[in-house]
């Protein structure tokens, strides 16, 4: 079973619509990421940070999505403006440092733009 | 960047024969490489890591083992189930800052009875 918790599990939005999930890392995991799944099983990383710092981001992630990991709180991915490409599973990983590779991920949460 | 490769699927097997997997791999650096599953409707889990070159990694029955000079790094399993059935994912953990892991495109693996 996953450790690592994301909401909701299914998400559905209208184009333009704002959609948000959140992720509860693994207790005493401080490293997060969040990779897109397509329906084709590709995925797509899209940011990471070690406590609430950012290490990675891609270019997609700095315009229209937004994430943050606010101390003591869940983590959050938030699509400011949902297209139709964007329909996907949104994974959500955590790990206890940075470069082991061992990453937990939750289940996801599969995000459909009508 | 750093990519890796794999078997492009569906791999449809009937239980008790063999299973490989090929995965390759580009990297400018040493890489760290693993093999992860995803069963349905779960996020994917690490099945192994895959030690230095030349040692063998495993986990499940299944194994795996690092050639440095041909950049690959195959799972092999001897004798699949029909539980086995899943996508595997050949990843590799970049050697930059962050160290994002990089995924194959995942191989589905049917096992029938």
């Known amino acids: 079973n996953s450790k690592v918790i994301q909401t909701p599990r299914y998400l559905v939005k209208g184009q333009g619509q704002k959609a948000k999930m959140r992720c509860i890392p693994e207790?005493?995991?401080?490293?997060v990421f969040w990779y897109q799944q397509n329906k084709n099983n590709e995925f797509k990383f899209l940011i990471n940070f070690q406590n609430q710092e950012v290490l990675q981001q891609i270019d997609m992630t700095e315009k229209r999505f937004s994430a943050e990991c606010p101390s003591n709180s869940p983590c959050s991915l938030e699509i400011q403006s949902s297209e139709a490409g964007d329909s996907a599973l949104y994974l959500c990983?955590?790990?206890?440092?940075?470069?082991?590779?061992?990453?937990?991920f939750g289940e996801g949460s599969k995000l459909t733009v009508l | 960047g750093d990519s890796v490769t794999q078997t492009e699927g569906p791999v449809t097997l009937s239980e008790g024969t063999s299973l490989t997997v090929n995965c390759s791999y580009e990297t400018k650096q040493y890489p760290t490489l693993f093999w992860y599953v995803q069963y349905p409707g779960e996020g994917p889990q690490l099945l192994f890591k895959?030690?230095?070159?030349?040692e063998k990694g495993s986990s499940r029955g299944f194994e795996a083992t690092y050639n440095k000079e041909a950049t690959s790094f195959h799972l092999q399993k001897a004798s699949v189930q029909e539980s086995d059935s899943a996508v595997y994912y050949c990843?590799?953990?970049?050697?930059?800052?962050?160290?994002?892991?990089?995924f194959g495109q995942g191989t589905i693996l049917k096992v029938y009875l």
């Open positions: 990843a590799l953990s970049e050697t930059s800052s962050g160290q994002k892991l990089v």
């Open positions: 895959v030690p230095k070159a030349n």
């Open positions: 207790k005493g995991h401080p490293v």
């Open positions: 990983a955590s790990s206890r440092r940075v470069g082991t590779g061992q990453l937990y």
